[in-house]
């Protein structure tokens, strides 16, 4: 222990007098101590030698403080657009704060469907939202909406990360048009809108019930049926199905009468 703590302090020492950034960069990238490592990455300043780094090292700690020590969130932008794990991603989108680079990656399709998926998922507000949908989808056709799940990943994880903007009245609109295709991802829908029924915006909950009166098929309905039994869904889904007046809705209320 002794023998190995000198030698550190030794390299250390020796690191200590190096201006050549190459020499801090192959001992950042290759030296057997991760110690040695990460401390030749913490003697690096300028973003090109730590963008070396970031791409060369084998090691993910060195990457990641490679990443973390980075002062242009362009360069760190640039290092979304290759396939990488989540820690790597997360490290990088936790020090972007520039809008207009989120969405830039968001419409990037050299960016994986992860990478874009992440960016809306955690950086979006509403209001970048609403331009979303307005420039690329609108409202107006199912193929549109499907641009928009594959845009989101696709399947049912596309309708998962839709489903996860609560305070959209867009959103729920689009699941609404998903659900009127039915299948599983329609069943999906169908639990996210039965979900904002709940919501204690009065707006969303009221688009989430007219989106819910216009799914009549036997399937929609009885997905809209498993939620009846919740103690908040109950009433407001019960006035839906009123709405929806087919026989299968017919049923579910006399079920529950």
Not at 40 to 46: F, G, L
Not at 82 to 99: H, Q, V, W, Y
Request: aromatic share 4%; glycine share 6%.
């Amino acid at each position: 222990m002794t023998n190995s703590s000198e030698n550190f302090q030794k390299r250390v020492a020796e690191i200590e007098t190096l201006t050549d950034q190459q020499q801090l960069i192959e001992i950042a990238c290759g030296d057997d101590s991760p110690r040695v490592r990460l401390f030749a990455v913490s003697k690096i300043d300028d973003d090109s030698s730590l963008l070396k780094v970031v791409k060369g090292a084998s090691e993910l700690d060195v990457r990641l403080m490679a990443i973390e020590k980075l002062s242009s969130q362009q360069a760190i932008a640039e290092l979304l657009k290759a396939p990488e794990n989540l820690e790597l991603i997360g490290m990088c989108f936790s020090k972007i704060t520039d809008r207009q680079l989120i969405q830039d990656i968001a419409e990037d399709t050299s960016c994986s469907p992860v990478v874009r998926r992440l960016a809306i998922e955690h950086f979006a507000d509403e209001g970048y939202l609403a331009e979303v949908y307005e420039a690329k989808t609108g409202r107006k056709s199912k193929e549109a909406v499907e641009a928009l799940v594959q845009w989101h990943g696709g399947g049912l994880r596309g309708v998962r990360a839709i489903g996860r903007f609560k305070g959209s009245p867009k959103a729920l609109k689009a699941l609404g048009t998903i659900a009127q295709q039915g299948g599983e991802s329609g069943e999906l829908a169908v639990e996210y809108l039965c979900r904002a029924l709940a919501s204690a915006n009065p707006k969303l909950a009221q688009v989430a019930a007219d989106e819910l009166a216009a799914l009549t098929t036997p399937p929609m309905v009885a997905a809209m049926v498993l939620a009846l039994d919740d103690p908040k869904l109950g009433p407001p889904l019960r006035e839906v199905l009123a709405r929806i007046d087919t026989p299968d809705a017919r049923a579910a209320l006399g079920q529950q009468s």
